[in-house]
Nanobody, 120 residues
Framework: QVELVESGGGLVQAGGSLRLSCAASGRTSSMYAVAWFRQAPGKEREYVGEITWSGDRTYYHDSVKGRFTISRDNAKNTVYLQMSSLKPEDTAVYYC?????????????WGQGTQVTVSS
């Protein structure tokens, strides 16, 4: 079992930056990758990007490329989502999720989410 806990959300002005954290505990050795998703009110959940647990590869949705960066701290078992040049449309609840299988895009563990609000 793996537990994921997000933190770092808050209110920021457009153009600002924010860093989210996703702390993993438990059987982290079973994880293949950790992804970030977001869900805005009235909208479907959207994939933001992910990093392999080994940290050697990252992927991003086109909407955040060049603005968001995903990284990992091995010693802390924590994945970060550094968000810059934030826009009001980035407002959402952000979730981290981990998957065990490299062949399937299905996530086995989810965090509780953290709210990010970008004011114009």
């Amino acid at each position: 079992q793996v537990e994921l806990v997000e933190s770092g959300g808050g209110l920021v002005q457009a153009g600002g930056s924010l860093r989210l954290s996703c702390a993993a505990s438990g059987r982290t050795s079973s994880m293949y990758a950790v992804a970030w998703f977001r869900q805005a009110p009235g909208k479907e959940r959207e994939y933001v990007g992910e990093i392999t647990w080994s940290g050697d590869r990252t992927y991003y949705h086109d909407s955040v490329k060049g603005r968001f960066t995903i990284s990992r701290d091995n010693a802390k078992n924590t994945v970060y989502l550094q968000m810059s040049s934030l826009k009001p449309e980035d407002t959402a609840v952000y979730y981290c999720a981990a998957r065990k299988d490299s062949r399937k895009f299905a996530h086995d563990y989810w965090g509780q989410g953290t709210q990010v609000t970008v004011s114009s």
